[in-house]
């Protein structure tokens, strides 16, 4: 008999939202995470299937209220048709390691709970979702498509290879015995996708909401529509509400420290979280009130130095260290003859100090992060 095609099917992808994580990183607010989450599920309603590939919730501490709301939501969403599928990530187990209770109790279509694989097929068509929590201690998941028609989707919180090598977490997603059409991935913060011959066979949409300072831009979940068991489309879409700039700032054309201050300032928005990585050549101190003052101006700020400083200032800020650097900077400075005009003999000794200073820091120094 042959099979009939599904008609076109929306699918949303999404991950890592951490609520919760405010009450032990409040970089960005509860408030705005549910704001983030209100967004996403707004999108749902305009797709078939929501897929939750695990930390929706950052830990079991999590206040009680969180799945009053995401009850309601997810109940709103079943009422509209919609179908929701839910992989447990490490905020989703107790400490115990087994599934919160309350994750088990909340209206989705199936909650994927069970330590060997579980395919459940979608009332949408010819689609199949695979699901597993990750909490196994095997070497390879036992998960292997159960038929040759229809799309079938892997939704899991895990690390991917598409070589098929054991993962750090020693979990492994062996595509080739698995042999789904795509895996539909939550726990790496960062969006990434997969090719496999020209095909798209996997993808992270990423932390939904900024985790750290340094997760900065915009934050996604990923939108797919299947047609005819085939991937026709995958795109990304912004849903995070709070966000945090990066920036690289050459020092090279800036002149003393109240420049720097004046120029990141003008540049953000007051109460924005800034992630800044200074550069260049820089022949100016950096003293102890600029930290201060980029706090009173900023929600979150992180200064990652990797500029080179000259050789005089480089002096001038070590060289009342009380430690055997501060000792070799006060040595240098009576060695250095300040009135020679080889300029270029002090910016070749600045720039061996700098990089041998750096060996093994090859991300610079953090001046301050939030």
């Known amino acids: 008999m042959k099979e009939s095609h599904m008609e076109k099917i929306k699918i949303i992808l999404i991950s890592d939202l951490h609520l919760g994580i405010e009450n032990v990183n409040p970089i960005i607010s509860g408030e705005e995470r549910l704001?983030?989450?209100?967004?996403?599920?707004?999108?749902?309603n305009d797709h078939d299937i929501l897929l939750i590939a695990g930390d929706l919730i950052n830990d079991e501490n999590i206040d009680s209220k969180y799945f009053d709301i995401l009850n309601e939501n997810f109940l709103s969403l079943i009422n509209n048709g919609k179908e929701i599928f839910y992989t447990a990530g490490y905020g989703e187990l107790t400490s115990q390691g087994a599934i919160n209770p309350s994750i088990l109790?909340?209206?989705?279509?199936?909650?994927?709970?069970?330590?060997?694989?579980?395919?459940?097929?979608?009332?949408?068509?010819?689609?199949?979702i695979y699901g597993l929590c990750n909490k196994d201690s095997s070497n390879e998941w036992d998960i292997v498509r159960s038929e040759k028609g229809g799309f079938h989707i892997g939704l899991f919180?895990?690390?991917?290879?598409?070589?098929?090598?054991?993962?750090?977490?020693?979990?492994?997603?062996?595509?080739?015995?698995?042999?789904?059409?795509?895996?539909?991935l939550g726990k790496n913060h960062t969006f990434k996708m997969f090719k496999f011959y020209n095909k798209i066979i996997a993808a992270y949409s990423g932390s939904s909401e900024s985790c750290s300072i340094d997760e900065s831009g915009?934050?996604?979940?990923?939108?797919?529509?299947?047609?005819?068991?085939?991937?026709?489309?995958?795109?990304?879409?912004?849903?995070?509400?709070?966000?945090?700039?990066?920036?690289?700032?050459?020092?090279?054309?800036?002149?003393?420290?109240?420049?720097?201050?004046?120029?990141?300032?003008?540049?953000?928005?007051?109460?924005?979280?800034?992630?800044?990585?200074?550069?260049?050549?820089?022949?100016?101190?950096?003293e102890n009130n600029f930290i201060t003052e980029l706090s009173k101006f900023f929600r979150g700020v992180k200064i990652t130095d990797i500029s080179i400083p000259s050789l005089k200032v480089m002096i001038e800020e070590n060289i009342d260290n009380d430690s055997l650097k501060g000792l070799f900077f006060q040595i240098l400075n009576e060695k250095v003859d300040k009135t020679a005009s080889d300029k270029a003999d002090n910016e070749m000794l600045a720039g061996i100090i700098s990089q041998r200073s750096r060996k093994n820091k090859s991300e610079g120094i953090v001046l301050c992060d939030f």
């Not at 704001?35 to 749902?44: E, G, Q, W």
């Not at 109790?105 to 199949?128: Q, V």
Request: glycine share 4%; net charge neutral.
């Open 157 to 184: 919180y895990a690390d991917f290879n598409p070589q098929g090598s054991a993962s750090s977490d020693k979990l492994s997603i062996n595509i080739k015995k698995m042999n789904l059409d795509f895996y539909a």
């Open 35 to 44: 704001k983030t989450f209100n967004k996403i599920i707004s999108i749902a």
């Open 105 to 128: 109790k909340l209206n989705t279509t199936f909650t994927f709970s069970d330590d060997k694989g579980t395919m459940i097929k979608s009332s949408k068509g010819n689609i199949f």
């Open 218 to 286: 915009d934050r996604f979940a990923i939108s797919m529509e299947v047609e005819k068991n085939e991937l026709r489309s995958i795109k990304r879409i912004a849903v995070n509400s709070g966000k945090i700039l990066s920036d690289e700032i050459d020092c090279s054309y800036i002149f003393n420290q109240t420049d720097l201050l004046e120029k990141i300032k003008s540049n953000y928005p007051a109460d924005s979280i800034i992630n800044i990585t200074i550069a260049g050549d820089r022949d100016f101190m950096i």
